[in-house]
């Protein structure tokens, strides 16, 4: 089993900035991917930022120059650093990991996710 706990949501005021935070623990033999994702209130899940293995990073065009992602050095960590942030990022920010677990099978976890809310 593998378990995501995320953290680092609140409220923020626009143009204000938050940092989150997202620990992937239990079984895991490697990460291939780690990424951040939100779903607002009667919108379907969306891409925020991901983050490769090589490291390469794709992000969502509504929070490029804006949001940042990266891994902790220990491979166990994502984090996504969001500034300038608009009303219309509110949302439940969820994170995901994909990889294989010890027994060598893929998986792909998500955690229970955080929320940020952007409001004056």
């Known amino acids: 089993q593998v378990h995501l706990v995320e953290s680092g949501g609140g409220l923020v005021q626009p143009g204000g900035s938050l940092e989150l935070s997202c620990t992937a623990s239990?079984?895991?033999?490697?990460?291939?991917?780690m990424g951040w994702y939100r779903q607002a209130p009667g919108k379907e899940r969306e891409l925020v930022a991901r983050i490769s293995g090589g490291a390469s990073e794709e992000y969502a065009d509504s929070v490029k120059g804006r949001f940042t992602i990266s891994r902790g050095a220990v491979q166990n960590k994502v984090y996504l650093q969001m500034s300038n942030l608009k009303a219309e990022d509110t949302s439940v920010y969820l994170c995901?990991?994909?990889?294989?677990?010890?027994?060598?099978?893929?998986?792909?976890?998500w955690g229970q996710g955080t929320q940020v809310t952007v409001s004056s």
């Open positions: 239990g079984s895991i033999f490697s990460i291939n991917n």
């Open positions: 995901n990991v994909a990889g294989y677990s010890t027994n060598f099978r893929p998986f792909n976890s």
